[in-house]
T-cell receptor, first 117, second 112 residues
Framework: GDSVTQMEGPVTLSEEAFLTINCTYT??????LFWYVQYPGEGLQLLLK?????DKGSNKGFEATYRKETTSFHLEKGSVQVSDSAVYFC????????????????FGQGTILTVHP | DVKVTQSSRYLVKRTGEKVFLECVQD?????MFWYRQDPGLGLRLIYF???????EKGDIPEGYSVSREKKERFSLILESASTNQTSMYLC???????????FGQGTRLTVV
């Protein structure tokens, strides 16, 4: 079955440091890949997505590239801010060959990021 | 903006009680989902629905049931709450032709 593995956390950084959160996946078909973010006390928000190999998703200074050859979708940001402190989830949604699915998401275990001033 | 609203942010229930968690979305989405979030385990799918009165089991349906009588509303039911169902519950919805899912703010359920 489908699975997503994220790097173990928590991750603690100083403001303006470089961030990488690793994510690898196994899936059948042609998955779409996502990063969701959960700020304290809130639900999940979509941060970025990629739907096919070599696509790069980007938003709010975060980037991730869909690497089919390494089955990876690592999240990066060049300079983190205190306001980026949150839990980050990598997820996938498998599609059948016709490109339709019910949109079920398979999540990684989440990575807690804390950024200090 | 898409809005997915869960009826309660925090709930405390007793073991053996029947518990209803309600979720409403205002964007006419066909697909709705219930996930459970536990530390170190990420989110796991309990049940989903792809149309009114239609439902499918997810990865961890044991001890839960669902109801979808109207398109905008998807209810999660704990028939007899147990302490191992203490968790954060997240509802999500999605338009069938789109890939993004939108999440509610979550309900933190404590069973004592």
């Amino acid at each position: 079955g489908d699975s997503v593995t994220q790097m173990e956390g928590p991750v603690t950084l100083s403001e303006e440091a470089f961030l990488t959160i690793n994510c690898t996946y196994t899936a059948t078909g042609y998955p779409s890949l996502f990063w969701y973010v959960q700020y304290p006390g809130e639900g999940l928000q979509l941060l970025l997505k990629a739907t096919k190999a070599d696509d790069k998703g980007s938003n709010k200074g975060f980037e991730a590239t869909y690497r089919k050859e390494t089955t990876s979708f690592h999240l990066e940001k060049g300079s983190v801010q205190v306001s980026d402190s949150a839990v980050y989830f990598c997820a996938l949604s498998s599609s059948n060959a016709g490109g339709t699915s019910y949109g079920k998401l398979t999540f990684g275990q989440g990575t807690i990021l804390t950024v200090h001033p | 903006d898409v809005k997915v609203t869960q009826s309660s942010r925090y709930l405390v229930k007793r073991t053996g009680e029947k518990v209803f968690l309600e979720c409403v979305q205002d964007m006419d989405h066909e697909n709705m989902f219930w996930y459970r979030q536990d530390p170190g385990l990420g989110l796991r799918l309990i049940y989903f629905s792809y149309d009114v009165k239609m439902k499918e089991k997810g990865d961890i349906p044991e001890g839960y049931s669902v109801s979808r009588e109207k398109k905008e509303r998807f209810s999660l039911i704990l028939e007899s709450a147990s302490t191992n169902q203490t968790s954060m519950y997240l509802c999500a919805s999605r338009r069938r032709i789109r890939i993004e899912a939108f999440f509610g703010q979550g309900t933190r359920l404590t069973v004592v």
